[in-house]
RNA sequence: GCGCCGGUAGCUCAGUGGAUAGAGCAGUAGCCUUCUAAGCUAUUGGUCGCAGGUCCGAUUCCUGCCCGGCGCACCA
């Protein structure tokens, strides 16, 4: 509706002041009250037209109101300019029909259609267990990936497991318990115990990587956090099918490369990047940024259209080198990074210590253990990836009131027991197809429709920014109306089936946007509580 | 020194070139003979880090500064 209103504003402007191209918005009101949508084009205009904002707003109001739309019941000019437009009763009510109809289809589009994306997210090393950094990072490319899927989009979710570089034989050595030892911790003596009586580094390593990267990371990205890679794409694998060599001969051959100091250099300077990178270190070793290029390089014959990586703060700096790697390989789509800021934990007011030893919270899923799966997703998903959070572990695990996660889910589990209720008590209502809508006119009925309204918006709109953070707040903005609704207009009403019907139909619809919204963020919508 | 991110209510965070700056928690006052009180209603609380600038209008954009986090390898 955003969109369509926005083509029928400039369609007035057009015909009132023969101006093609108006640069203006069409958002929601701070207030209900101010109607579903407002416009700021008269504000826009007044400079360029010499006229008070008012009176064009007065010009345009009138000549959209002779169109003569059924969607609005009224339209209002309120100073400094706005154009406020109210939805009428009639089109609400379609909303819910439409949502019975399309049931979790609602909300769904095509605008992704034959798009495909790469969208790669955690890639942490197999040299440990994941942290509540790449937890965050995780459940914000989940999430990510959801949103464009119901957009249409075609995804690839992508981990790149780095199993072949200096990092492999850390944890070799970390293993052996040496001097250039880097990691520790109870999984470290465990293989240990395993692969301590071997003596090749390197071996010791690959099979540590490969046991981590099993045992560890899989197991609690898939079964802890629930996300489902499609490609788990290996380093080796991206060396060993020459990936990298061929990257390297084509960013030559582009004569974007020099030599300097015994090393070759790729020019990523000149596509932005404050310094150029080496390519082939003068010991005739690949450097890991090679190594990059030639992932690059794979993504790019893979032919997606997008590509997305999300990176934790501490990695911010190699945006402007992939940046400059992908445009140097010829790829001209979209390339987004989403940066998650570091996450803190903290305890009784204090930060939580990220020491294992101290016995305090340090990975994902040492954390979801603590305060569950739901809890988990909710809290890093609330935050902008922008911000430096701090997790409150003692709210997370308090499981009261105070955790919006059950304050949504409740409205759920609230819903589901008054249509069990309803179906349990009142017989003849079965014929839920022969509802009369135009009966849902009470305003707490109105404004919970309004908010359904906006989710197909919603999920548009992200599918565009990526900031998954406004689902929760999406979801915690429609349970809470409709708790309101739930306190103010009783739903089943024996003396009044029409009306009863009619409530059902919309709580229904309620429970659906909801289950909805919660499965876009991967939290479960439970039947009871 | 350079770069990225943040600085909004007591706390954790949304938000925006425009209409009285919002939510949750905390505080205060009410609401369970009625579909789940994990709920609802009302209410207290803000110099939107500081200083300039652009604009009819800035918390939002620009510049400078202050505070906090992170990053600045021929390491991976």
Do not use: W
């Given at each position: 509706m955003k969109k369509q209103l926005a083509e029928i504003i400039k369609k007035a402007v057009l015909e009132l002041f023969d101006l093609e191209q108006a640069d203006f918005a069409v958002e929601y009101p701070k207030d209900e009250k101010f109607g579903d949508y407002a416009a700021n084009v008269a504000m826009v205009l007044a400079k360029k037209l010499g006229k008070s904002p008012i009176e064009i707003a007065e010009a345009i109001k009138l000549q959209v109101t002779?169109?003569?739309?059924?969607?609005?019941?009224?339209?209002?000019?309120?100073?400094?300019?706005?154009?406020?437009?109210?939805?009428?009763?009639?089109?609400?009510?379609?909303?819910?029909?439409?949502?019975?109809?399309?049931?979790?289809?609602?909300?769904e589009s095509e605008i992704g259609k034959g798009v495909k994306i790469n969208n790669e997210f955690i890639s942490a090393n197999p040299t440990g267990p994941l942290t509540v950094g790449n937890g965050r990072g995780g459940f914000c490319g989940d999430a990510i990936s959801r949103v464009l899927?119901?957009?249409?989009?075609?995804v690839v979710n992508e981990y790149y497991i780095n199993?072949?570089?200096?990092?492999?034989?850390?944890?070799?050595?970390?293993?052996?318990?040496?001097e250039e030892a880097a990691y520790t911790g109870e999984y470290i003596d465990e293989l240990n115990k395993k692969y301590g009586e071997l003596t090749d580094v390197k071996e010791i390593g690959q099979l540590a990587a490969k046991e981590v990267l099993e045992n560890i990371i899989k197991k609690v990205v898939v079964e802890k956090m629930q996300i489902s890679f499609d490609v788990w794409m290996s380093e080796k694998k991206i060396q060993d099918e020459n990936f990298v060599e061929r990257s390297i001969e084509i960013l030559k051959e582009k004569k974007l490369t020099y030599e300097s100091e015994g090393a070759l250099w790729l020019k990523t300077t000149k596509f932005g990047d404050d310094k150029d990178r080496v390519l082939i270190k003068s010991d005739?070793?690949?450097?890991?940024?090679?190594?990059?290029?030639?992932?690059?390089?794979?993504?790019?014959?893979?032919?997606?259209?997008?590509?997305?990586m999300g990176l934790g703060a501490d990695h911010h700096g190699y945006i402007s080198r992939l940046r400059a790697v992908?445009?140097?390989?010829?790829?001209?789509?979209?390339?987004?990074?989403v940066i998650s800021q570091l996450v803190r934990i903290m305890k009784d007011g204090?930060?939580?210590?990220?020491?294992?030893?101290?016995?305090?919270?340090?990975?994902?899923?040492?954390?979801?253990?603590?305060?569950?799966?739901?809890?988990?997703?909710?809290?890093?998903l609330m935050y902008s990836p922008d911000t430096h959070m701090s997790f409150d572990l003692g709210l997370a695990e308090e499981?009261?009131?105070?955790?919006?996660?059950?304050?949504?889910?409740?409205?759920?589990?609230?819903?589901?027991?008054?249509?069990?209720?309803?179906?349990?008590?009142i017989t003849k209502i079965q014929d839920t197809n022969n509802v009369d809508l135009s009966l849902l006119k009470d305003e707490k009925e109105l404004s919970l429709i309004r908010e359904l309204n906006k989710f197909p918006e919603l999920v548009e709109e992200l599918s565009q920014s990526y900031e998954v953070h406004k689902l929760p707040y999406f979801a915690i903005k429609l349970a809470d109306k409709f708790h309101s609704f739930y306190n103010a207009c009783k739903v089943i009403d024996e003396e009044n089936l029409e009306l009863t019907k009619a409530r059902l139909n919309l709580i229904t619809a309620v429970k659906i946007v909801l289950a909805e919204t919660l499965d876009l963020i991967g939290v479960s919508a439970p039947e009871k509580m």
């Open positions: 002779s169109y003569k739309l059924q969607t609005f019941e009224k339209i209002e000019v309120v100073a400094p300019g706005y154009i406020n437009f109210y939805l009428s009763e009639k089109y609400l009510q379609d909303v819910v029909v439409e949502i019975q109809d399309k049931k979790e289809k609602f909300g899927r119901k957009t249409g989009f075609e199993d072949a570089g200096g990092q492999v034989l850390k944890l070799g050595h970390s293993v052996l318990k040496d005739g070793q690949k450097s890991y940024f090679a190594g990059d290029c030639g992932y690059m390089l794979n993504k790019i014959e893979r032919n997606f259209s997008r590509l997305i992908a445009k140097a390989l010829g790829f001209e789509g979209d390339f987004r990074f204090k930060e939580a210590r990220m020491s294992k030893r101290a016995g305090n919270v340090v990975n994902v899923d040492e954390l979801i253990d603590a305060v569950g799966s739901d809890v988990t997703r909710f809290f890093f499981k009261s009131q105070k955790n919006p996660v059950f304050y949504v889910q409740y409205a759920h589990a609230r819903i589901c027991s008054v249509v069990r209720k309803a179906q349990d008590s």
